[in-house]
């Protein structure tokens, strides 16, 4: 007797990953079926790039490294900034990916699903955060990079927030089995209608990829890298790397909406060991066997019905006989034919927190394609198998009787969290006759990407000529329209949609420039208008609308029904306008839908299929990867500061010095009177301070001030400067830059030939200790040029150097210390306190060395330019090594040993990222062209929109910004919203409530008026 399926049920609907040796989820069925393993020998380049010594007892050169590495990634679709991708945190980034691709796949948008999506998963340890960015959170704006790209608590959030998915964020961490209880967790938000569809899944990303693993007697991993799952030979397993995702849904409303089914869940549960195994790592028999049980129960299935178990067995002895053990508890005798065991792991190894959801991806294609799988490698049964059970060692088809197949999932974590999973084969799909024409849609973010997207759904195609193509046309509709460009081709049938995907010219491409514009339809010529009004009822009409007159009139009246139905917006008088002619047929109709879709028109896909469109599974988005990634230091990390030339942009400075006022400026030479005359002529205010005996206010609206008197200077101020520089050292005095630096924090500080740019020696060493009062300074060489002097000030990220018209930025390069020798080691923690300026201290060692260490920050720089100053009056061989810690005493010999260096830096990432002389630099602050957006570029006006159009320009570093463009999507985040609202006195929440530079400016005319 067949047991119905309960109505609980969740359907499997979309699936993505990326594993050892295969690229996607298609790849890894047609690499098990054909026996390509994902685990295979590191060659001596991949171990030497490690780090790792092949020669090292016990080391095992047998590896699992993710398919196409985990270095690259697209920023641009995820929109996030050079610095964002680079620091994102791997598991971070295939999780995007997955997350994006298994809702393509399913058939819903990336990032506009039109339901509540949730999403559940875990990651492993982040590696790349201890190898790569040790440092990241002592560097500016590192931390929130850290706390939204790279902690495991993030992984989530993240990836709902960069695809808007609005049910619950949640991230599960179980160790081995995290995944699979992720896939447990959002079926419980499913039947409790959390979230209409769910993401559950895991990614484990080891680092380094290619370093393979050392063996020691007792532990898990294997010592000659295979991995023998379920076998009497088995002696430990491989870690493998992988990502990967799937989406689910309830299975009535799965059908209902017409998705595709790869299977159905049947029941789910979790449960833990206790205290009832050997020890913590140690599995254990009755929870593992409760947690089958359990998971039967609520499936509402007997154990005999299940034809394939898909195992935990991750090949090592004691493991795979508990695991054995526990189902031949639950599974009883009285079978007509033994359970098929398999384990996927001998394949592409021990996924850790993506190992659950890709057993489950295995077993539900399985189920789907009707297949018993084998083991690969398995040759002798584990004495625990017992006669209940069978191995495969090769995939055979599974025979149909008439009833449902029937498989379970396990997967168990350290910590005894168990997790198991009963699925059933999808229902099928009638077949309907073939219709047509059909109308197909794609979008991407450039044009390489949309031309691999087209090249990619016609071999798809090609390889499956059973397609229904308006299942096809239907998919793509609804799941590929996120990207302004644009293109759509009207085809036939499948032939002639191969035919037509390979044939620019049938191509209909345009870029979407606008939100859902309104539209006149005009009568154009024509022979006739009979198969005009036909073709626009037949395809556009509702069911209960009665034909339309044969004529000219009739068909306009169809048209305009038929797109005001599918919610394009019609109105006399719009000034777009569509041409309507006489004797048009229905691939014109639809090829008119097109146009107005990518003049971005909002077009309801599903009316256009009368509610009857059906999802398939088609390519993915081809992502345009690029490397970002932090290059893990040496070690020691030792490096040494290093001026590169960097010249500031200065287009659109005007534009940029208006946006930064109005100004304070102390003059006090040439220089920072030809600023201030600079900035006028730019249109901004400015307000000159220049040194003299006393007080005074200048009838010019000037000051001049004398000793003690900038606090007097701040209360006679009528308008708050934004931006104020300090240039009194240019002329050779320091003006109370202390004073100054108090009551203007942000301030600018100009100092003249404080740093040795071109050459070894500092000009004016008694400035040195100057360039550390503040946070942003610029050192300003006597022929600078006015402009790019400007330019870096308005720079967010200083020190900077200006000479002649070139600017210069401080780097910190890599040094390899080598050699020793010895020298007098100061610390400045033991001499006098901070405020004290630590040269005062430091002795007169003559031709000798000495080392300075302090710590990174203020302090340590001052410290660090007294140094500099005593060993350019010669009073020693002064190197100072800044470091966190206290640094070994065979660090010191070796940093003594390079007597020519003036600074070292002890760091795991320096304070300013080093740049390869071979790279060509790219300063942060650089501009950028304006991305392309979904509105098009309106002037902002004159006033109030331009200022704050500079504002957002230089936040967030594009050459210009236009005034109905959104801050979020131009890729600005909520500290910077918080940061620009603050600038005009707003509340914090005024950018997300007014995100275009139109709105926002608005308000502060209002706020002003």
Same mark, same amino acid.
């Given at each position: ?45 991949? @171990? ?26 697209? *920023? ?12 994102? =945190? ?17 058939? /819903? ?41 790279? =902690? ?58 290619? #370093? ?16 023998? *799952? ?49 020890? /913590? ?26 034809? /394939? ?64 799988? #084998? ?38 974590? %350290? ?84 035919? !037509? ?11 979407? $420039? ?6 006149? @339809? ?21 069911? =209960? ?139 901004? =205010?400015?307000?000159? %301070? $220049? ?109 900077? !150097? ?58 340590? $720089? ?115 919203? %918080? ?31």
């Amino acid at each position: 007797m067949t047991e119905p399926a309960p109505e609980p049920a969740v359907a499997l609907v979309g699936m993505a990953g990326r594993f050892p040796g295969a690229a996607d989820v298609e790849q890894l069925r047609r690499n098990l079926a054909a026996g390509i393993p994902g685990l295979r020998e590191l060659t001596d380049d991949e @171990l030497a790039a490690a780090g790792v010594d092949p020669a090292t007892p016990g080391h095992v050169r047998v590896g699992g490294p993710v398919e196409g590495g985990v270095e690259t990634f697209d *920023a641009a679709a995820f929109g996030l900034s050079a610095r964002e991708a680079e620091t994102l =945190e791997p598991h971070h980034r295939l999780l995007l990916e997955c997350s994006w691709e298994a809702l393509e796949r399913a058939g /819903y948008r990336p990032t506009d699903p039109g339901v509540p999506v949730g999403l559940f998963a875990g990651c492993a340890f982040p590696d790349y955060l201890t190898r790569n960015l040790s440092g990241l959170a002592a560097e500016p704006g590192g931390k929130p990079l850290l706390s939204a790209g790279v =902690e495991r608590d993030s992984l989530t959030s993240l990836v709902s927030y960069k695809l808007g998915l609005r049910g619950p964020a949640i991230t599960v961490q179980t160790y081995c089995s995290t995944s699979l209880v992720a896939v447990h967790l959002a079926c419980q938000s499913l039947l409790t209608y959390e979230c209409d569809l769910a993401l559950a899944g895991g990614a484990a990303l080891p680092l380094p990829q290619t #370093g393979g693993h050392l063996h020691a007697e007792g532990d898990i991993l294997s010592p000659d890298g295979r991995v023998r *799952a379920l076998d009497a030979a088995a002696n430990g397993t491989v870690m493998g790397s992988g990502a990967a995702v799937v989406a689910l849904k309830r299975l009535e409303d799965a059908l209902a909406d017409g998705d595709v089914v790869h299977a159905v869940i049947l029941g789910s549960a979790v449960n833990n060991d206790g205290r009832d195994r050997a020890g /913590y790592p140690a599995p254990g028999v009755a929870g593992q066997a409760a947690v089958v049980d359990t998971a039967l129960a609520v499936a509402g299935v007997k154990p005999e019905t299940v034809g /394939y178990v898909e195992c935990h067995a991750v090949g090592t002895p004691l493991g795979d006989s508990i695991e054995l053990a526990a189902l031949n508890r639950v599974f009883g005798p009285g079978r007509a034919s033994p359970c098929v065991l398999s384990s996927v792991k001998p394949s592409i190894g021990h996924l850790d927190r993506a190992s659950g959801v890709t057993s489950l991806i295995r077993a539900a294609v399985n189920l789907r394609d009707g297949v018993l799988p #084998g083991t690969a490698g398995f040759r002798t049964p584990n004495p625990a198998l017992g006669d209940r059970f069978t191995v495969l060692p090769a995939d055979v088809p599974w025979p149909s009787d008439g009833t449902p197949r029937r498989a379970g999932v396990s997967s168990f974590g %350290v910590g005894g969290t168990n997790a198991h999973v009963v699925l059933e084969e999808p229902p099928r799909r009638s077949p309907r006759p073939p219709g047509g024409p059909h109308l197909l849609t794609f979008s991407a973010g450039d044009p390489a990407a949309l031309d691999e997207a087209t090249s990619r759904l016609r071999a798809h195609l090609a390889a499956h000529p059973s397609l229904e193509l308006g299942d096809v046309a239907f998919t793509l509709q609804v799941s590929r329209g996120h990207f302004a460009l644009r293109r759509a081709v009207v085809v036939r049938d499948l032939p002639d949609a191969v035919a !037509a995907l390979a044939d620019p010219g049938r191509w209909i491409d345009g870029e979407t $420039r606008r939100r859902d514009p309104r539209f006149r @339809l005009v009568a154009g010529a024509g022979p006739g208008w009979a198969s005009t009004a036909s073709a626009a009822h037949r395809l556009l009409a509702g069911d =209960e609308v009665p034909a339309p007159a044969a004529t000219r009139e009739g068909a306009l009246s169809a048209l305009t029904a038929g797109l005001t139905r599918l919610g394009v917006r019609l109105d006399e008088s719009a000034t777009d306008t569509l041409v309507v002619d006489g004797g048009s047929d229905a691939a014109w109709v639809l090829s008119a839908v097109a146009r107005l879709w990518l003049a971005g028109c909002s077009v309801d896909w599903a009316a256009l299929h009368r509610g009857e469109g059906r999802r398939v599974e088609l390519p993915s988005y081809p992502f345009q990867r690029k490397r970002f990634w932090v290059d893990p230091p040496p070690s020691p990390a030792a490096h040494v500061p290093s001026w590169r030339l960097e010249p500031q942009p200065v287009a659109g400075l005007e534009r940029r010095v208006r946006a930064a006022g109005p100004w304070l400026v102390f003059a006090g030479d040439p220089v920072g009177e030809a600023l201030a005359a600079r900035i006028t002529l730019a249109g901004s =205010e400015v307000t000159t %301070v $220049r040194s003299g005996p006393g007080f005074a206010a200048l009838d010019t609206g000037d000051f001049v001030v004398g000793p003690g008197d900038l606090p007097e200077l701040l209360r006679s101020l009528v308008v708050v400067p934004r931006t104020v520089v300090h240039g009194f050292a240019l002329g050779g005095a320091p003006g109370e830059i202390e004073t100054a630096a108090g009551l203007w924090p942000g301030m600018v500080t100009l100092t003249s030939g404080a740093v040795g740019v071109l050459g070894p020696d500092l000009t004016t060493p008694a400035q040195a200790a100057l360039t550390t009062l503040t946070p942003r300074h610029v050192d300003v060489g006597p022929d600078a040029a006015v402009d790019q002097v400007l330019a870096a000030i308005l720079c967010r990220e200083t020190p900077l !150097a200006v000479r002649g018209d070139q600017s210069w930025r401080l780097h910190h390069e890599p040094c390899a210390l080598a050699g020793h020798a010895e020298a007098a080691v100061y610390r400045a923690a033991d001499g006098p306190g901070w405020g004290e300026p630590v040269g005062a201290v430091l002795p007169d060692l003559g031709g000798r060395r000495g080392i300075l260490v302090v710590q990174p920050g203020a302090t340590g $720089r001052q410290a660090a330019a007294e140094a500099r100053v005593a060993r350019l009056a010669g009073r020693g061989l002064w190197t100072t090594v800044v470091s966190a810690s206290d640094p070994s005493p065979s660090v010191l010999a070796a940093v003594a040993a390079a007597d020519h260096l003036t600074e070292v830096v002890l760091s795991g990432v320096p304070p300013v990222r080093p740049v390869s002389a071979a790279e060509p630099v790219q300063a942060t602050a650089s501009l950028r062209p304006r991305p392309e957006l979904g509105t098009p570029f309106v002037e902002p006006e004159p006033g109030l929109e331009q200022e704050v159009a500079a504002a957002w320009a230089a936040a967030l570093g594009y050459d210009e910004i236009g005034a109905d463009d959104n801050f979020f999507d131009l890729g600005g985040r909520s500290a910077g919203a %918080v940061r620009i609202a603050a600038e005009w006195n707003l509340p914090a929440t005024a950018v997300v409530e007014l995100p275009t530079v139109r709105l926002l400016a608005a308000r502060i005319a209002e706020e002003r008026s």
